[in-house]
């Protein structure tokens, strides 16, 4: 009897079930549930209240950062409402027997961003999170996404999760990528062309030269966006470089056990001939750097392009939402974006605010100055990063250039801490998100790569990352 | 959970497209650690001015939409982030019956989470109700979950479609952590089963 090809995402589903009954979702078990200060505390309140317990609090982890604030750790957190949910944290944790890296630990950092630094992300897992850039850990081949607070309590009391069967779709993207274009030009390019809601219902395989070409940072930064055009969960199949970044991590299997592992995670990509409900290819020789001009982060044009004019598109709802945008964010039709102006960068976020965003970043302004009308802040995506990129000297170059250096959390990617835009502000960000108020009310929001945010601050304006830098140094 | 069954109300209408979680409740009302109380901060930044007062340019503060029960909205409503402060906001509004042409994945699970329907139309029936509502503030609708119906004062105007199971979840008000613990044999054997070598949360794994 042959067997029927399969996608990585088929072989992790079939992995997993539980259960499956004619005529209701599947019931598929979660091997690791990272848990957050935000979208946790009604969920361990309802376990109090119908007088259940967390099932496997070995397979669950906390951390705080959405609320955290970013400035020096011995202060007190000043902001008192904040302060209780990471209070509310600590307390579940503790009665719960959930392990938590708290604002004290030198783990602490984002969800997203510590859970492949610890090591507890690895290849052909389930992994669920109250927050929808889960699927940022699917850069490891793990099947990972985002839930609601019900959806949290569910897994706190069974390790279990109901779903209904997503479809599939590959997107390959084939070539090599130009100097100056990175993993965020190309999340942000395939959102650009298919639409906020392109990947409703779908979980997305990243394939492809460009893809295998990318390193963990940058996959994490691909599949970190899948959200963004409303996909279900994105990964990529793990290869060696998965392998090489997870080898000697503290929760990775040691020795013997990593190699039985690695006999594993070799399995766990799609057999040749396995058919995806939908592929997209894409070119990666194509791609140039991108700023978004609008409001949500399909609204995207390449750095040589100029903000769109909404007359110029024949969908009415198309036409308003453009008109909506343009006028929330202070911008004109057919501007060039090289001339749009920034007051403020934020490097960091779950997104871009891992070592390797730091140290190209930093690479890039060596010896340069922020403009003096722009304030810029980098704040690291986890203590382990901040300490790294300590030790490199990169806190050293970012401060000399100007930029604030911070501790870690999510900052102004959502601005829940102190962290964050005042009206009419104008901002080159690295995170995942430019909707209305998303930084602050009223700031406006542009996302972009490390390197054209870092770029943006020197020049108090957009630049083109690629002709920027040639021979400036 | 409150079962959902049959509902009637006044349709709010909000005619835009890509409505976000960040728009449905600012992240500054997301410090709360209730359930409860959203609602006077839905749609906070569109629905108030700076001072705090109604801004009345905001469609559902025009008159004829306070009691609304029903929101109908643009495509991909609900799009961004997991929170479930956004349906908690828009039940705690009064709203149980969201109408839309589609909608982002997890805050369209999040809604039966709590016993609210989300109801996938037609662009066009979208467009109609939404016309409709905004000529003729107060204009009801009945939304019927059993039937799979969508009714005004002159008979159906469309159906729809509704995961079986979903459906029966919600005309019971069935608890789905209590549905899913009926299972403890299933769970416990594929606990059995997992390989040793899967990380541990409060130990690193040996050779």
Redesign the interface.
């Known amino acids: 009897m042959t067997t029927k090809p399969k996608t990585l995402f088929e072989k992790i589903w079939a992995a997993h079930l ?2 499956e009954a004619q ?3 599947a ?1 598929l ?1 979660i ?2 549930h990272l848990v957050h200060e ?2 946790s ?2 969920a361990f ?1 309802s376990l109090r209240l ?1 007088g ?1 317990i967390v ?1 496997r ?5 906390a951390t705080m950062d ?2 955290v604030p970013t400035w020096d750790r011995s202060l007190p957190v000043t ?1 008192e ?2 302060r ?2 990471m209070d ?1 944290l600590a307390a579940n944790c503790r009665e719960f027997g959930v ?1 938590l890296y708290d604002l004290n630990s030198d783990k602490q950092g984002i969800v997203h961003v510590i859970g492949p630094e610890l ?2 992300t ?1 290849p052909g ?1 389930t992994i669920v999170c ?3 850039h ?1 699927s940022t850990h699917g850069a490891f081949g793990a099947l990972a996404f ?6 949290v ?2 897994v706190l ?4 999760l ?1 779903q ?1 069967y997503p479809k599939t779709m590959e997107v390959r993207v084939d070539g090599s990528l130009p100097e100056g274009v990175t993993a965020k030009d190309i999340i942000l390019s395939i959102i650009g062309r298919l639409g ?2 392109g990947g ?2 779908y979980v997305v395989e990243y394939t492809g030269e460009a893809i295998r070409a990318l390193s963990m940072e940058g996959r994490m930064t691909v599949c970190n966006m899948s ?1 963004e055009w ?1 996909a ?1 969960a994105g990964m990529v199949a793990p290869d060696e470089k998965t392998f090489a970044y997870l080898e000697g991590r ?9 190699e ?2 690695v006999e ?1 995670w070799r399995s766990l990509n799609a057999d040749p001939g396995a058919t995806y409900d939908r592929v997209e290819v894409f070119h990666a020789n194509e791609l140039v750097p991108v700023v978004t001009w609008g409001t ?1 982060p399909g609204q995207v044009v390449p750095i040589t392009g100029r903000v769109p004019n909404p007359a110029d598109f024949a969908d009415e ?2 036409r ?2 453009i008109e ?1 945008a343009l006028e929330y964010m202070g911008l004109q039709p057919g501007t060039p974006m090289t001339e749009v102006t920034i007051d403020r960068v934020f490097l960091g976020s779950c997104t871009n605010a891992r070592i390797e965003d730091l140290r190209v970043a930093a690479s890039l302004i060596k010896g340069k100055q922020v403009s003096p009308t722009v304030y810029a802040m980098v704040v690291p995506g986890s203590m382990q990063v901040k300490v790294q990129a300590e030790a490199e000297g990169l806190d050293t170059v970012f401060k000399a250039a100007g930029f604030d250096w911070r501790e870690a959390g999510c900052s102004m990617c ?3 801490n102190p962290d964050i835009l005042k009206p009419g502000e104008r901002c080159a960000s690295t995170s995942n ?1 430019n ?4 930084q602050g ?1 009223g700031g406006r929001t542009h996302l972009v790569s490390p390197q054209m945010a870092v770029a943006a601050a020197i020049e108090g304006r957009f630049v083109d990352v690629r002709t920027w830098n040639v021979g400036s140094n | 959970m409150q079962p959902y069954l049959k509902e009637t109300g006044t349709v709010g209408p909000l005619d ?3 409505v ?1 979680t ?2 449905i409740i ?3 009302f ?6 409860t109380g959203f609602g006077p901060f839905a749609f906070f ?1 569109w629905r108030y001015k700076e001072d705090g007062t109604p801004n009345p340019e905001f469609e559902l503060n025009r008159p004829g939409y306070e009691n609304a029960t029903v929101l109908v909205a ?3 409503f609900g ?7 956004a ?1 908690w906001a828009l039940e705690d509004m009064g709203f149980r019956t969201i109408i839309a042409p ?1 909608f ?3 805050f369209f ?2 809604c039966f ?2 016993g609210m329907l989300p109801v996938i139309l037609r662009e066009e029936t979208v467009k109609d109700i939404l016309d409709r509502a905004k000529e003729r503030p107060g204009y009801q609708l009945t939304v019927d979950l059993e039937d799979q119906t969508v009714s005004d004062e002159e008979g159906v105007i469309a159906s729809f479609e509704v ?3 979903r459906k029966h979840c919600l005309l019971k008000g069935l608890d ?2 209590g ?3 009926q ?1 403890e044999g ?2 416990t054997s ?2 059995r089963g ?2 040793a ?11």
Do not use: W
């Open positions: 539980v259960r005529g209701e979702p019931l078990y091997d690791l935000v979208t505390p009604q309140e119908t259940r099932r609090p070995d397979l669950t982890v959405h609320n902001d409402i904040s209780a949910q509310t392990p090591g507890l690895q897992m109250g927050d929808s889960t985002g839930i609601g607070t019900s959806e309590e569910h009391a069974t390790q279990c109901p209904q906020t809601a409703s219902g959200i409303g279900r503290p929760h990775a299997p040691q020795g013997k056990a990593f039985r592992a594993h949500n709802s198309d308003r939402s909506r959502l601005g829940m998100r909707f209305e108020g998303r009310k | 835009r497209v890509d976000d960040d728009q600012p992240k500054q997301l410090k709360r650690i209730e359930r930044d643009g495509r991909n799009c961004g982030s997991s929170r479930e402060h349906p589609s982002a994945d997890i699970n999040n989470q709590n995961d079986e199971f789905s952590v549905l899913t613990l299972h299933d769970i594929f606990e997992r390989s070598l899967l990380p541990n949360a409060k130990e690193s794994v040996h050779a």
